[in-house]
């Protein structure tokens, strides 16, 4: 059993006892850590207001060797999440950040540049940003890092370059825009404007590019596009799709 120590956001906190929690935390050291927070129920607790969703904190832990949980020895906050003016639209988002995040990572898997994009995205969103491009900027940069974005210049199924010219067909079952011969072959396309598949291939290229200003109808087109997305990766709606507007 070691001590580590390691920056964190607080992902989930379920009740395990009547004085105890277990957290889920990513870390950006260490990636995701599921830890159990003994006292972290008690009013006087040893994390005092540390665990609070989506906070930010310093943490040290025991990392257990079996299948066992990791043990939380320290929180200290270094920032907690509050919406500007109680902003609903900005905490759903933030819960919607948390949730991919959980998905998409498994334990022990790190991936700094995600925690990074994630630390950006719950620092806009308390403020009173523009909530749809904060997300948008936040999943790309998700779905590049662990390696899912989808392909916007090369047919997903041939893989013979595709000319971003009027509608251009994209399933998100091949994961990609499709050629002429290949639409056929593929179920469930929907078509994207070029306009868009253009912005997201500028976009999708590392070292990430400066976050493009948005026009309202292509931010609401690959919002569709993304929600289709995510539901085919995990399996299912992320749960808080809904209470993003326009989302569902
Ligand atoms: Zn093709």
Known sequence: ?????????????????????IVTLLTREFGKVRALAKGARRPKGPFESALDLLALCRIVFLRKSSDALDLLTEAKLERRFRPPGGALSNLYAAYYVAELLNELTDDYDPHPELFDAADQALAALRTPCAVAPVLVQFELTALRVLGHLPSWTQCADCGIDVEPVGRVPFSHLAGGVLCKACRNRQKQ??????????????????????????????????????????SHLLGHPPRMLRYLSGGA
């Open 1 to 21: 059993m070691s001590s580590e120590k390691a920056t964190a956001l607080v992902l989930k906190v379920v009740e395990f006892s009547e004085t105890s929690s």
């Open 189 to 230: 396309i929907v078509s994207l404007s070029s306009g868009l598949v253009q912005t997201l291939a500028r976009l999708s290229a590392p070292p990430p590019v400066e976050a493009p200003v948005w026009e309202a109808r292509q931010l609401g087109e690959l919002r569709g596009v993304l929600n289709h997305y995510w």
